[in-house]
């Protein structure tokens, strides 16, 4: 299969070609058409061994896509992409997987949390661009002093990402593609840079970004599904109770939420027979989103009819009372419900 010829945005570094620090790999490079991204994505559920931290990169047409790991549960993905580096919805990463599947190819490696934290933030967070002299390489280690850097520098050459983190313009720690083994940080960049492959110049670029301090869990497709039909359940019973107003309410409630404070609810009610909308949100921003739209709901329908609060949050989320217990979804409202 021919090699995309899409490069990294702002830079000639070609996405096809970008290879992330990596430990144990489990799948090696291989099409995307021999793999079962089902299995894959349950591979925990049916093996301890599969409960590791790491990621699953894929090279697609246009973009490489990569989905991390924690203990073996998929917890986010992000993308680069010609247009620039983003932080995909699961949801949308899951389709674009399948979509490609016979022009893609993918490499399914363990990793330390801590780098696939440092991998999530050059997607997230603001980036700047570093300036170096490939010829000199250990320029770059000089600039990083001068500027008392503090945070994490990603070095991109022939391909191979490394992660090198710094407190005041020192090195204190990385992670590393090849290992570096015992080679101090700045014999490994003047051994990364001597040896282009065959015919080949150095191709090379370097941003720096904020050290995070873990890596966020964003919310599945299918608790983001959960979230939808506890939506309207509850919008359906509190129909029954006011019959030909709380409907037109919830609606209303929503949009109004949506423009003033939360967007995340106009993706949560959107209607049953519409595709959900691909979403980034964190479980627990969904769960802030869904209480606040309860709260106003319900609180207006208790004013008509007293007693429907309660009454509503007990028949619409009976089933689902679990999940929302341990996202603390009943704590954020006025009302205790019984069961």
């Given at each position: 299969m021919r090699a995309s010829s899409a490069l990294l945005h702002e830079t000639a570094v070609r996405l096809a070609d970008l290879e992330f620090p990596r430990g144990v790999v489990h799948i090696h490079r291989t099409r995307l058409a021999f793999l079962h991204l089902e299995n894959i994505l349950h591979y925990s559920k049916i093996d301890r061994d599969g409960r590791f931290d790491g990621y699953l990169a894929a090279y697609l047409p246009h973009e490489a896509l990569v989905l991390l790991f924690t203990q073996g549960e998929l917890v986010n993905a992000i993308g680069f992409t010609e247009a620039g580096r983003i932080v995909e919805p699961i949801a949308r990463a899951l389709t674009r997987f399948q979509e490609e599947f016979e022009r893609g190819e993918a490499v399914y490696c363990a990793a330390p949390r801590e780098q696939l934290a440092w991998m999530y933030q050059s997607c997230s967070a603001s980036i700047d661009r570093l300036d170096f002299e490939v010829q000199r390489p250990l320029s770059l280690f000089h600039h990083i002093e001068q500027r008392h850097l503090t945070g994490v520098v990603e070095l991109i050459a022939?391909?191979?990402?490394?992660?090198?983190?710094?407190?005041?313009?020192?090195?204190?720690?990385?992670?590393?593609?090849?290992?570096?083994?015992?080679?101090?940080?700045?014999?490994?960049?003047?051994?990364?840079?001597?040896?282009?492959?065959?015919?080949?110049?150095?191709?090379?670029?370097?941003?720096?970004?904020?050290?995070?301090?873990?890596?966020?869990?964003?919310?599945?497709?299918?608790?983001?599904?959960?979230?939808?039909?506890?939506?309207?359940?509850?919008?359906?019973?509190?129909?029954?109770?006011?019959?030909?107003?709380?409907?037109?309410?919830?609606?209303?409630?929503?949009?109004?939420?949506?423009?003033?404070?939360?967007?995340?609810?106009?993706?949560?009610?959107?209607?049953?027979?519409?595709?959900?909308?691909?979403m980034v949100a964190t479980p627990a921003e969904l769960t802030v989103a869904l209480a606040d739209w309860s709260h106003q709901l319900l609180e207006q329908l208790d004013v008509i009819a007293p007693g429907t609060a309660v009454a509503v949050l007990r028949d619409a989320t009976r089933e689902q009372r679990f999940v929302l217990q341990k996202a603390g979804f009943y704590g954020r409202l006025p009302w205790t419900v019984t069961w």
């Amino acid at each position: 299969m021919r090699a995309s010829s899409a490069l990294l945005h702002e830079t000639a570094v070609r996405l096809a070609d970008l290879e992330f620090p990596r430990g144990v790999v489990h799948i090696h490079r291989t099409r995307l058409a021999f793999l079962h991204l089902e299995n894959i994505l349950h591979y925990s559920k049916i093996d301890r061994d599969g409960r590791f931290d790491g990621y699953l990169a894929a090279y697609l047409p246009h973009e490489a896509l990569v989905l991390l790991f924690t203990q073996g549960e998929l917890v986010n993905a992000i993308g680069f992409t010609e247009a620039g580096r983003i932080v995909e919805p699961i949801a949308r990463a899951l389709t674009r997987f399948q979509e490609e599947f016979e022009r893609g190819e993918a490499v399914y490696c363990a990793a330390p949390r801590e780098q696939l934290a440092w991998m999530y933030q050059s997607c997230s967070a603001s980036i700047d661009r570093l300036d170096f002299e490939v010829q000199r390489p250990l320029s770059l280690f000089h600039h990083i002093e001068q500027r008392h850097l503090t945070g994490v520098v990603e070095l991109i050459a022939h391909g191979r990402v490394n992660y090198l983190r710094f407190g005041k313009g020192r090195f204190i720690d990385g992670y590393f593609r090849p290992a570096r083994d015992t080679l101090s940080p700045q014999e490994f960049v003047q051994r990364l840079f001597a040896a282009p492959p065959a015919g080949q110049r150095v191709v090379a670029a370097a941003f720096a970004f904020p050290a995070p301090v873990a890596l966020p869990v964003q919310a599945s497709p299918s608790l983001v599904e959960t979230y939808r039909d506890v939506f309207w359940r509850i919008a359906e019973v509190a129909e029954r109770e006011v019959p030909g107003d709380a409907l037109k309410r919830a609606v209303r409630v929503r949009d109004a939420l949506a423009k003033a404070s939360q967007p995340l609810i106009e993706s949560i009610g959107t209607p049953r027979e519409s595709p959900p909308v691909p979403m980034v949100a964190t479980p627990a921003e969904l769960t802030v989103a869904l209480a606040d739209w309860s709260h106003q709901l319900l609180e207006q329908l208790d004013v008509i009819a007293p007693g429907t609060a309660v009454a509503v949050l007990r028949d619409a989320t009976r089933e689902q009372r679990f999940v929302l217990q341990k996202a603390g979804f009943y704590g954020r409202l006025p009302w205790t419900v019984t069961w």
